[in-house]
Structures are given as C-alpha cells and as structure tokens.
C-alpha cells in the first residue's frame, strides 16, 4: 500500500519535485500502522505539536499544525482507515459514497495568491497498479479542462495529484477569528462574503 503523505508545499516546490518523500519516510512498518491500510505523516517542514515527525497524525479529530506559510488546524478522515473517532467517522460516511474528507481551517502567515495555493496528495512509493501511460494522458486532459492546474502524476516512483486550492475546494468559508465553524460537523457551511480579512 503507497504512504500517504500530507503536505503544504508551495506549487513552485511541487512542480520541481525538490524533496524526496521516500528519505522523510521513517515510519512503522505496515503492520504497525495505528489507522490500518494508511500511513498518514506531516509533510516537509510542517509541525503538528505532540506529534514527532515520523508519528502518525490524528485521524478523524482536529489536530494543530503549521507550516512556513500557514498555520491552523485540520480533520482527515478516510473511510477504509481507523479513526480516532469511530462516532463521528461512522456518522460522517453514513449514507455517503465519498471515500476521504480533508478540512484545514486557519490563516497565512502572509499575503499569497490563491493562484499559488495548492492542495492534493503525494504519495512516498509507487501505486501498485498504476493505468497505463496513454490512460493517463486522457485522463489529464479530461481533468485539466474540469479543473484546470492539476498535476496528475500517477505512473511515476512518486506519484502525486494536486491541484488548485480555490479550484478544487468543495465548500470555502471566509471567517473572522473566532467566528470559525466547527470543522467536526458533518456538513460545513460556506461563507465566501468579504469579511474584512
């Protein structure tokens, strides 16, 4: 099974492919891991207190990180892995055919453009089963006119999908301090009125 590994890096960073998942890689073996099927681990230079770089991060529950460019809180949860929080998992998935739910909620440290802000997964080895190259390349294309900036690497020894931010987000919410949503609720609400943030 491919390592999943969470991580802001800005899209400069991504598009060169600068840093080598596999030698931040230091984890358990498989049959160790805490959440079963998924190995989830904080990215490049991101901090998750509590948390030692090669721990598993929280699935299911809130946790605090930050990065370079942001700090905040996020809620991973995936539907075939173990949750820290089988109530609230069980109750999110109920009815639903997604497989993952990701939630981030906080603040950049400075001004960025949202054409900057990229999101997705990264993965430490290659899919066992990747679709062929010429697959792929439909498939890119098909992607790229529904959300255009995604980078769909999946034949690669380090597969990755990420795409826009904005583009890609399926519920935004623009809030003051304090006046936050609880990100354990099972249907966010979105707010993309100014805010005078």
């Known amino acids: 099974m491919p390592k999943l590994v969470s991580t802001s890096t800005p899209c400069k960073e991504i598009k060169?492919?600068?840093?080598?998942?596999?030698?931040l890689f230091k984890g358990p073996p498989s049959l160790n891991w805490r959440h079963k099927h998924v190995f989830v681990q904080a990215g490049y230079e991101t901090k998750v207190p509590g948390h030692d770089e090669n721990d598993p991060?929280?699935?299911?529950?809130?946790?605090?990180?930050?990065?370079p460019?942001?700090?905040?809180?996020?809620?991973?949860?995936?539907?075939?892995?173990?949750?820290?929080?089988k109530q609230s998992h069980d109750s999110y998935f109920d009815g639903r055919k997604r497989l993952m739910q990701t939630v981030i909620q906080g603040q950049f440290k400075r001004p960025l453009n949202m054409s900057d802000v990229?999101?997705?997964?990264?993965?430490?080895?290659?899919?066992?089963?990747?679709?062929?190259?010429?697959?792929?390349?439909?498939?890119?294309?098909?992607?790229r006119r529904v959300a255009p900036g995604v980078i769909l690497d999946l034949g690669s020894d380090k597969p990755k999908v990420v795409a826009l931010f904005a583009g890609s987000a399926q519920t935004l919410s623009i809030d003051l301090p304090g006046k936050q949503p609880d990100i354990m609720q099972r249907d966010l609400p979105?707010?993309?009125?100014s805010q005078g943030c």
């Open 16 to 23: 060169k492919d600068r840093y080598s998942l596999s030698s």
């Open 57 to 67: 991060i929280p699935l299911g529950v809130p946790f605090e990180f930050e990065t």
């Open 69 to 85: 460019l942001f700090k905040g809180t996020a809620l991973l949860r995936f539907r075939n892995a173990e949750s820290d929080h």
């Open 118 to 143: 990229y999101v997705g997964s990264m993965f430490e080895q290659p899919l066992a089963q990747p679709p062929p190259p010429s697959f792929t390349k439909v498939m890119e294309a098909i992607v």
């Open 190 to 193: 979105e707010n993309v009125q």
